[in-house]
């Protein structure tokens, strides 16, 4: 079965530091990846979309690396702000089949 | 250019009844999606439609149908809804068909729905 996992649930970390966010896949043969953000109460913002042939994409203070063969991905954000409090959300594609999302994790950024 | 535009916002049902909810996708998106979320479940899949048919489907009953008419708008209808209807409805727009690796999706505010 395809399934997303990102872990931890939640995190909490002081203004200014970096951090990483994690997300793992279960099926190698990805046809791309994608990460977005979610304000409560709100849809999704998309940042970055990684293709299987590609290995990171990096907008602004956000990278995003994506290693298929341990079916990983990170997302790093660079000197974190309390703008970037919000619920990140990790969604992977398999062939034709539906977009499949982890349960996120919610990023608290303490001023 | 406006986004992915969702109404209703917000609506209350009742239990029985049925609803529609419209999605209208970012102007040159031909393919729409729709997803649940919900605290417990998280982003589920509904279906996607492309070109006015639909091209995926995800594990719902069918209560829960949709169409896309020709100019690339979508509407979802549940039927005969019950209590565990009640969730976010996500819409999203893309260029072309998800089997384009290259595309990216945009999603819209969504639209509330309680069912009492």
């Known amino acids: 079965k395809q399934e997303v996992t990102q872990i931890p649930a939640a995190l909490s970390v002081p203004e200014g530091e970096n951090l990483v966010l994690n997300c793992s896949f279960t099926d190698s043969a990805i046809y791309n990846l994608q990460w977005f953000r979610q304000d409560p109460g709100k849809g999704l913002t998309s940042l970055l979309l990684i293709q299987s042939s590609q290995r990171e994409q990096t907008s602004g203070r956000l990278n995003a690396s994506l290693d298929k063969s341990s079916g990983r991905s990170t997302l790093y954000i660079a000197a974190s702000q309390p703008g970037d409090s919000a619920t990140y959300l990790c969604?992977?594609?398999?062939?034709?089949?539906?977009?499949?999302f982890g349960q996120g994790t919610r990023l608290t950024i303490n001023p | 250019k406006a986004g992915v535009t969702q109404t209703p916002r917000y609506l209350i049902k009742t239990r029985g009844q049925q609803v529609t909810l419209s999605c209208s996708p970012i102007?040159?998106?031909?393919?729409v999606s729709w997803y649940q979320q919900t605290p417990g479940q998280g982003l589920q899949f509904l279906f996607e439609y492309f070109s006015e048919t639909q091209r995926n489907k995800g594990n719902f009953p069918g209560r829960f149908s949709g169409r896309q008419f020709s100019n690339s708008r979508s509407e979802m209808n549940v039927s005969t809804l019950e209590l565990g209807d009640s969730a976010l409805y996500l819409c999203a727009s893309s260029v072309g068909q998800s089997t384009y690796s290259g595309n990216t999706i945009y999603f819209g505010e969504g639209s509330w729905l309680t069912v009492v």
């Open positions: 969604a992977v594609r398999w062939g034709a089949q539906k977009l499949v």
């Open positions: 102007s040159g998106h031909r393919s």
